[in-house]
């Protein structure tokens, strides 16, 4: 990378983006805290790598506080240094003291690669990349108590993304591009960073206490169940990035950074057309060596139609949603059962290329809806919609039929896993059933859904974390993709977290008190019946002897002075006010 020396002619037509233009752009994508307790002057962090995309971001930051100071920013800037070539850490000194001269706090964040790997020798160095800098990015705003990152993408960016997945074979919503924000990415099962860690600072509970969110509760979101202390405490918080650019162009980025005498630095392997296929597309795009329907403008509208429709489908699949009927939600063992409607197309046709249009849309939105509740119990990082084909024909055979209306019987199938989750119908007849279909939706009178993790295959490796003697709480660690679990373990002994076995159940309940006895089989019976309790993580000592059931509660006195631990369900997101309510 090189200092630019000079300033780029930019054609009058692009004109430079003013801070009133930027604080919209902000507002539009990014909300400010506002209430009891929020703090006058909110801290955002912004990825800088010096060039003029994120340079003129820096430079856009420090000009919207200085003309707007009632909302004004706590920035902090993030350079990061990939320490993949030699000379790098200078070049990312360098970037941040620029930073630093427009007014804004800098650091330079060193990418650690494991100690036997040659960075530029990985066959796959970008994505490598890309996942260690997300990571380190989301390490550096939990230490610094921030939670809302920036990025530069803009509209050139969103072009080249859209072009690169129409090569690529994708279709519809998949041509979307980049979205203005959302979940910091690569980051999952980092405590504090991915959709965690908001429920920190509150009093360490005793040995077995639920660790019960109060925030879930003042939002009018529920856990299922007529008990609330059966139920975990579910986590909530960590990083969002933000895109507040991808409405602007980059010759205005360019722009801006001329006419405010903003530098920045160039990095040449941009310029080799060869290196990696977006400096393909990049140049292509350039050169408007493209057919029309492929240029620039023409990729922006697909992008911006496919978020539209994306955003529409969003809405109906929340809104069917919120018709379901949850009957129970258990965290303790991440079982529900669940009413879901028979019906997810707003109304048949009598016209076949209607029909045939309004089905597959229907078959779209109802794979969206499953996903939905699937995200709720499944081990699994994320729920892919090409994964549900075959579970969408089981659960609404209306859409496969040639008339809705019309089941196909042969696709009623009892039980069958998906996503990592076992799904069985239950014939439970609604009690409710006369009352009028919410939302245009139309629940299934006769049968619930039972959902939870599948069982475990025995040709697999078991989940298994070891919590070694330690004088403090250990980190938080996210078991099974599904209960975020920490340890004091005061003992002279490793102790480790497993799932429940069967030749764990009778000497556990031998060894507890009779009350103890009473409380775990009645929580065994109710959260987690059948097979479900196999699933259950366990606390253990290294030769196998089941010490507790920590998201029961439920231990043996001999642990009591020397183990401690807490455990909250993952983040899953329910309903706000005026959802309908499940009853028993």
């Known amino acids: 990378m090189k200092p630019i020396t000079g300033f780029v002619r930019v054609e009058t037509a692009h004109a430079h983006i003013k801070p009133r233009q930027f604080l919209d752009a902000l507002s539009a994508v990014w909300r400010r805290p506002k209430g009891e307790g929020a703090p006058r002057f909110p801290k955002l962090a912004l990825a ?9 971001l820096a430079i856009l930051c420090r000009r919207m506080n200085m003309a707007f100071p009632k909302s004004a920013v706590k920035w902090r800037a993030f350079v990061v240094d990939h320490a993949a070539r030699y000379g790098s850490d200078i070049e990312a000194s360098h970037v941040a003291k620029m930073v630093k001269n427009l007014g804004i706090r800098s650091h330079v964040l060193t990418l650690k690669w494991p100690a036997d ?34 990025l530069a993408h803009h509209a050139d960016d969103q072009a080249e993304t859209v072009l690169m997945r129409l090569a690529d074979g994708h279709k519809g919503q998949g041509l979307q591009g980049v979205k203005p924000f959302g979940e910091i990415p690569e980051c999952w099962g980092m405590h504090g960073v991915h959709l965690s860690g908001a429920m920190e600072g509150r009093q360490i509970r005793g040995i077995g206490e639920a660790d019960a969110s109060t925030n879930w509760q003042a939002q009018d979101r529920w856990m299922g169940g007529d008990d609330q202390e059966t139920e975990l405490g579910v986590e909530y918080g960590g990083i969002k990035i933000y895109r507040p650019l991808l409405g602007f162009s980059k010759n205005q980025l360019i722009a801006t950074c001329q006419v405010t005498k903003t530098r920045w ?27 029309p329907a492929l240029r620039k403008s023409s990729l922006l509208a697909v992008s911006e139609k496919m978020s539209r429709r994306a955003e529409y489908n969003a809405m109906r699949v929340e809104e069917l949603f919120r018709s ?22 707003d109304r048949p046709s009598d016209d076949p290329a209607m029909l045939d249009r309004k089905t597959n849309r229907g078959k779209y939105i109802a794979a969206g809806l499953l996903r939905r509740v699937l995200e709720l119990v499944t081990p699994l990082e994320s729920v892919h919609l090409r994964d549900l084909e075959f579970a969408v024909k089981i659960i609404f055979p209306d859409l496969e039929a040639s008339t809705p ?11 069958f896993t998906v996503a990592g989750v076992h799904c069985r119908r239950i014939h439970l007849p609604n009690v409710h059933s006369g009352r009028p279909p919410s939302s245009g939706s139309h629940l299934d009178p006769t049968y619930a859904w ?6 475990y295959s ?4 078991l989940p298994r974390s070891t919590f070694p003697p330690a004088p403090q709480w250990s980190q938080w660690t996210l078991f099974d993709g599904r209960f975020w679990i920490r340890l004091l373990n005061k003992s002279s002994k490793p102790v480790v977290v497993r799932p429940m076995r069967e030749d764990d159940l009778k000497p556990f309940r031998t060894s507890l008190s009779p009350q103890d006895r009473a409380r775990f089989d009645e929580l065994l019976d ?10 259950l993580p366990v606390l253990a000592r290294d030769d196998g002897k089941m010490l507790a059931a920590v998201t029961l509660g439920v231990g043996l006195e001999e642990v009591e002075d020397e183990v401690r631990w807490m455990v909250r369900y993952k983040n899953v997101e329910l309903w706000e006010r005026g959802a309908r309510r499940g009853s028993r």
């Open 324 to 345: 379901c009927e949850i009957i129970n939600f258990y965290t303790r063992s991440g079982n529900i059962i669940i009413r879901l409607p028979t019906r997810v197309m």
């Open 458 to 461: 025995i040709s697999l490796d």
């Open 117 to 150: 790997v040659e960075p530029l020798e990985l066959p796959d160095f970008e994505s490598q990349a890309r996942k260690l800098r997300y990571q380190t990015l989301g390490k550096a705003c939990k230490g610094y108590g921030i939670q809302s990152l920036l």
């Open 526 to 535: 109710v959260t987690a019946p059948g097979k479900i309790r196999w699933t």
């Open 405 to 415: 209306g019309t089941p196909q019987e042969d696709t009623r199938l009892a039980s």
């Open 450 to 455: 039972g959902m939870s993790r599948q069982p």
């Open 48 to 56: 800088v790598s010096g060039g003029v995309d994120s340079m003129a």
């Open 265 to 291: 630095v160039e990095d040449d392997t941009n310029n080799d057309i060869t290196l990696t296929p977006r400096n393909t597309v990049r140049h292509l795009l350039q050169e408007s060596s493209l057919p």
